[in-house]
Every structure is written in C-alpha cells, then in structure tokens.
C-alpha cells in the first residue's frame, strides 16, 4: 500500500504561481511512477503530467506543457507539481496518483487538493 496526501492548494490569480506536493508513505516511493490528475467541476478527471520511478523522464498534457513542471524527490518520498502563469481553466481539484511499471492502472491516489484561480 502506498498512502498519498496533497497539500499546497490555494486562490491565486491569473498569471500566478502555486507548488502543489505529494507526500507518500508505505511501500518504497521510488518502486511507481507518479502522476498529477486534476478535474474540474462537471468535468471529468484529466492526466495533467506524469513523471518516472527515477525522475528523469516527464511528460505533460499539451495544455498545461511549459508552465508546470512535474518532480519527485524519492529520498524525501515527495513528488511536486510547480504551476506557472496559471490560468482560469486550470481550476480544478488536482490529485497526485502512483502506479507501478507493469501495470497502467493507478492503484493509489491523494485525496486531492483545491486550486483556484482568479480572473
């Protein structure tokens, strides 16, 4: 088991920046690759970035790649999710989620935190 909990939401306004965290305990942190989500009100839940096991891979959603930047810290079993030139549309709860490499299924997930954004 690998529990997973979110913190560093918040209001900004358009254009600001927040760090969101992902703190995890349990299983050994390095074993899954960790992924953002987030969804919006009456939307359904998005993949926002995803980062390897070693951090040296990332990948993003087109509509957030060049402002967010996904990391981990296995050492500190951290993964952060920095978020500039924030928009409206971004306003969403985002949830960190962890999976191992053999499967594509997120097995373990945050209880999310709120961002808001103001326009």
């Known amino acids: 088991q690998v529990q997973l909990v979110e913190s560093g939401g918040g209001l900004v306004q358009a254009g600001g920046s927040l760090r969101l965290s992902c703190a995890a305990s349990?299983?050994?942190?390095?074993?899954?690759?960790m992924s953002w989500f987030r969804q919006a009100p009456g939307k359904e839940r998005e993949f926002v970035a995803r980062i390897s096991r070693s951090g040296g891979i990332t990948h993003y959603a087109d509509s957030v790649k060049g402002r967010f930047t996904i990391s981990r810290d296995n050492a500190k079993n951290m993964g952060y999710l920095q978020m500039n030139s924030l928009k409206p549309e971004d306003m969403a709860v985002y949830f960190c989620?962890?999976?191992?490499?053999?499967?594509?299924?997120?097995?373990?997930w945050g209880q999310g935190t709120q961002v808001t954004v103001s326009s």
């Open positions: 349990g299983r050994t942190f390095s074993n899954y690759v």
């Open positions: 989620a962890a999976r191992s490499t053999v499967s594509m299924d997120y097995k373990y």
